[in-house]
């Protein structure tokens, strides 16, 4: 009997280990480092396959900041390049869709999702690097690394 368990434990291992290597990983995820202020966090978005009404990039996206002023409200931008060489050289920083803020609660954090849709040149195996910063009212500011997408 202790054989058998034995067994099953070492095939319940090597399936979580291999079985999680196959499936893709369709979620990017980056810190965000203070440029100025204080806290810090990450972004994290996760292309899908959504393809409506000439819209042809879809993602979804969360926010998440911690450590930073509380009761302070937050912007965030983004800065896409369309070379996606992994070097973020966009110049133009735009904010979210309906621009929505993010709050931190009196224990200084705070999360956001949101949601960004596209058509061309946004489509099916295309490429592109974006950076994200959050801006606080504060005068905090914390920033990603350059991240390259794939559109589904």
């Known amino acids: 009997m202790r054989t058998s368990s034995r067994v099953l434990v070492l095939a319940a291992a090597l399936f979580a280990l291999f079985g999680g290597a196959a499936s893709a990983d369709t979620s990017r995820q980056s810190q965000l480092t203070p440029l100025s202020g204080s806290g810090s966090g990450f972004v994290e978005v996760s292309p899908t396959s959504k393809d409506e009404g000439g819209l042809t990039f879809d993602v979804q996206g969360t926010v998440n900041i911690h450590g930073a002023t509380p009761n302070t409200d937050f912007t965030v931008l983004r800065r896409v390049d369309l070379n996606p060489n992994g070097i973020c050289s966009g ?13 931190t609660s009196a224990g200084g954090a705070g999360a956001l999702h949101f ?21 606080g009212t504060d005068g905090t500011i914390l920033e990603s690394d350059c991240l390259t997408v794939t559109v589904k």
């Open 91 to 103: 110049t133009t920083w735009l904010t979210l869709p309906g621009n929505p803020v993010l709050t």
């Open 115 to 135: 949601e960004i849709q596209r058509g061309a040149p946004f489509v099916d195996g295309v490429s592109f690097n974006v950076m994200w910063r959050v801006v």
